[in-house]
């Protein structure tokens, strides 16, 4: 069981930056690879960006190409998602999920998820 805890959500108006954090407990962090994904009100989920498990390799939806960088620290057990140049098209609950192998796009290939952090772009 890999438990994972989001971080780093809130309130931050139109250009604002945040910096997402999820942090993991459980078996070795280190051999899952993570994904962000986001939900915003009466839309289905959406893959944000994805890490292997090495780092060595992400992996970036193209709507957030050039403004989200996701990194992890597997000696602290976490993946960030630093968001830069925020839009109010943002505006989501934004989860974190792990899974054993390559890190991918869909989300019904995630094993273990987090309980989401509510992101608000607004002014």
């Known amino acids: 069981q890999v438990q994972l805890v989001e971080s780093g959500g809130g309130l931050v108006q139109p250009g604002g930056s945040l910096r997402l954090g999820c942090a993991a407990s459980?078996?070795?962090?280190?051999?899952?690879?993570v994904g962000w994904f986001r939900q915003a009100p009466g839309k289905e989920r959406e893959f944000v960006a994805a890490?292997?498990?090495?780092?060595?390799?992400?992996t970036y939806a193209d709507s957030v190409k050039g403004r989200f960088t996701i990194s992890r620290d597997n000696v602290k057990n976490t993946v960030y998602l630093k968001m830069v140049s925020l839009k109010p098209e943002d505006t989501a609950v934004y989860y974190c999920?792990?899974?054993?192998?390559?890190?991918?796009?869909?989300?019904?290939?995630?094993?273990?998820w987090g309980q989401g952090t509510q992101v608000t772009v607004s002014s």
């Open positions: 459980g078996r070795p962090f280190s051999t899952y690879a």
């Open positions: 999920a792990a899974r054993f192998g390559v890190a991918t796009v869909r989300s019904s290939d995630y094993t273990y």
């Open positions: 890490i292997t498990w090495s780092g060595g390799s992400t």
